[in-house]
């Protein structure tokens, strides 16, 4: 059958020179088009919880050892971790290179907007946020929409059918027929994809216009080549080293993605195409099912390349330059800001507000510098968060023996195509009655 999901992607690169127009002919026009865009990512969020705990429950619940889930975790973790670092120590020398902020003025504007993100970011700690991975109820990670609550629910039902043995194989089975359910309506609500990159694009352009970039210019443009640094310098050798597998190909097999991210400013819109899709590459279910959402909330390179490089760039244009020591303590400050980002109205912007605010209060005011170009500087983070996100689920997947590296060639060479109107490799996949099930 021809993949008529191909003529959708050419709808949204359509739609999105289409948004861009609208918002330089008609910029008013192209404010009151961002509803179309919110509503659209709001469709894709709404099935992200649903997602995660089939895909979770159904890895976690047909794995023989339970200590494999733990050494997938643990790996995920402390890759993160190092990758975060590595990200804010790249920021941090470029930013220093690039010193952007030197020229600029801090105007009253910016200041009442630095205001008004840093009470954004104040509003979560992070006692409050490993506190918010605790649903109130066991149905409420689902309503509410948080990743890490619907991970703790779904870990801890997964290992329950575990303990089970056989007497789990029905529940197994019918999270399986919900999990197809679900994918099916994720396949449908793709098609609104055109509608919602237009008016995404068309408010953003209509919004901030051309003039708000000049003066923004090397921030941003230094932020785009530092993520591409990274990603190619850093992510690409080290997938190869490890796995086998070029980055450019990986990047290729998730353009639809990213085209998607591109278009929408937000990584959450592709999270469930990219389990999905490394699933579909040879990845396992039980480390796709931790590594991804888990490095949705703690594997945030890109953001945690924005906070070093936008705190250095606030820093300047408010004639308040860090000094050595000062960049090291504010290092290790924001490895641990950045793991806290996901779980922060505005993200990274908010973050980086409510970060100084604790930090060095007196950088504060200079955050409205960049509100401005934020949205696009976001693409960039948005971008960066998921390439990374891949990278680490073909790593960890390496690293734990649940890659199959020799279906990932076909995958990529293009000879097992991605069933793109089910996200779903059914004629594949073993009946649940015959998943091994443990007996603990």
């Known amino acids: 059958m021809r993949d008529r999901t191909r003529y959708l992607y050419l709808a949204v690169i359509l739609a999105v020179v289409a948004g861009v127009a609208v918002g330089f002919a008609a910029p008013e026009l192209g404010k009151e088009l961002k509803p179309l865009g919110t509503a659209f990512v709001a469709l894709i969020k709404m099935m992200i919880s649903p997602i995660i705990f089939c895909t979770i429950v159904l890895g976690v619940g047909s794995v023989t050892k339970a200590a494999k889930v ?79 609550q619907t991970l703790l629910v779904a870990l801890l039902a997964g290992f329950a059918l575990q303990a089970m043995g056989s007497r789990g194989a029905p529940i197994l089975r019918g999270v399986e027929h919900i999990q197809r359910l679900v994918f099916r309506i994720l396949a449908m609500i793709m098609w609104a994809a055109p509608v919602g990159a237009f008016g995404a694009i068309a408010a953003v352009v209509g919004s ?70 490394m699933e579909h590459l040879g990845v396992s279910k039980p480390v796709v099912g931790i590594t991804v959402p888990t490095g949705y909330s703690f594997n945030l390179d890109g953001t945690a390349i924005y906070l070093t490089m936008a705190t250095l760039f606030v820093a300047s244009a408010t004639g308040a330059p860090l000094a050595v020591g000062e960049q090291v303590s504010l290092l290790l400050f924001m490895i641990i800001a950045s793991k806290g980002a ?99």
């Open 208 to 277: 901030t216009g051309i003039k708000a970039l000049e003066s923004l210019a090397v921030i941003m443009v230094g932020f785009y080549a530092t993520c591409a640094l990274f990603v190619g310098l850093v992510l690409g050798p080290l997938l190869w080293l490890v796995a086998r597998v070029g980055l450019w190909s990986l990047l290729r097999y998730l353009g639809r993605e990213f085209l998607l991210i591109l278009s929408t400013s937000s990584s959450e819109s592709a999270l469930p195409r990219l389990i999905a899709k």
């Open 70 to 148: 733990g050494r997938v975790g643990g790996l995920a973790l402390g890759y993160f971790l190092v990758m975060s670092t590595v990200a804010l120590a790249i920021g941090l020398v470029v930013g220093n290179l690039l010193d952007p902020g030197a020229g600029l003025h801090l105007t009253d504007a910016a200041r009442q907007a630095a205001v008004a993100e840093a009470a954004k970011g104040g509003e979560s700690s992070t006692v409050d946020f490993l506190l918010g991975i605790i649903p109130t109820t066991l149905v409420s990670a689902f309503t509410e929409g948080q990743v890490l």
């Open 342 to 440: 996901a779980g922060v109205t505005g993200a990274g912007l908010a973050t980086l507000a409510g970060g100084l605010q604790s930090h060095r209060p007196d950088l504060v005011d200079g955050v409205g510098l960049i509100v401005g170009i934020d949205r696009f500087m976001s693409e960039a983070r948005a971008l960066t968060n998921f390439a990374g996100n891949a990278v680490a689920t073909v790593l960890v997947g390496t690293w734990t023996g649940e890659f199959d590296r020799a279906r990932a060639g076909e995958v990529l060479a293009g000879r097992l195509p991605f069933d793109e109107a089910t996200l779903l490799d059914e004629e594949q996949q073993p009946p649940a009655k015959d998943v091994e099930m443990s007996g603990v």
